[in-house]
């Protein structure tokens, strides 16, 4: 596999890293201006976390395009480091960063969720889309 390729997957990667982080912490300041029942501003965050949840969709399509170049078994090995999971050795340090920034991203997806599950659980209670 081409170390240049998976270097611009990485790449790819580290951006989609920050976005989450970013929808992270809106989600969380969403939830403090709830408890403050300021509308303006859970309006204006909400528009600006759904900003960045369309930039990480560009960034999969990004992700997904570059994957397209490679060979089927390559792409599948990449999906998986992608998604943080170490089943496929990985062919050097470039890989084992995706993995890890892969890895990172779960973790984050995961918090921002369970946050969006507690703020969605106290404004609609049973009718929340969790439920």
Same mark, same amino acid.
């Given at each position: ?9 990485? #790449?790819?990667m580290q ?5 989450? $982080?970013?929808?992270?912490? %809106? ?8 408890? =403050? $029942?300021?509308?303006?501003?859970? /309006? ?16 999969? #399509?990004?992700?997904?395009?570059? &994957? ?7 792409? %599948? #090995?990449?999906?998986?480091?992608? =998604? ?5 050795n990985p ?5 084992? #960063? ?6 990172? &991203? /779960? /973790?984050?997806?995961? =918090?921002? %969720?369970? %946050?969006?599950?507690? &703020? ?12």
């Amino acid at each position: 596999m081409e170390e240049s390729m998976i270097l611009e997957i990485l #790449k790819e990667m580290q951006k989609k890293y920050q976005c989450m $982080n970013e929808i992270e912490r %809106i989600t969380r300041e969403v939830g403090e201006f709830l408890s =403050r $029942n300021d509308q303006t501003s859970v /309006q204006m965050l909400l528009g600006m976390r759904q900003d960045e949840m369309d930039k990480s969709d560009a960034i999969d #399509k990004n992700i997904r395009c570059l &994957i397209s170049v490679l060979t089927p078994e390559e792409a %599948i #090995k990449v999906e998986s480091w992608i =998604r943080g999971q170490e089943n496929w050795n990985p062919d050097g340090e470039f890989s084992k #960063k995706i993995i890890e920034k892969g890895k990172n &991203i /779960q /973790q984050i997806l995961k =918090r921002t %969720i369970d %946050i969006d599950k507690h &703020i969605s659980t106290r404004i609609a209670g049973t009718h929340s889309f969790y439920n």
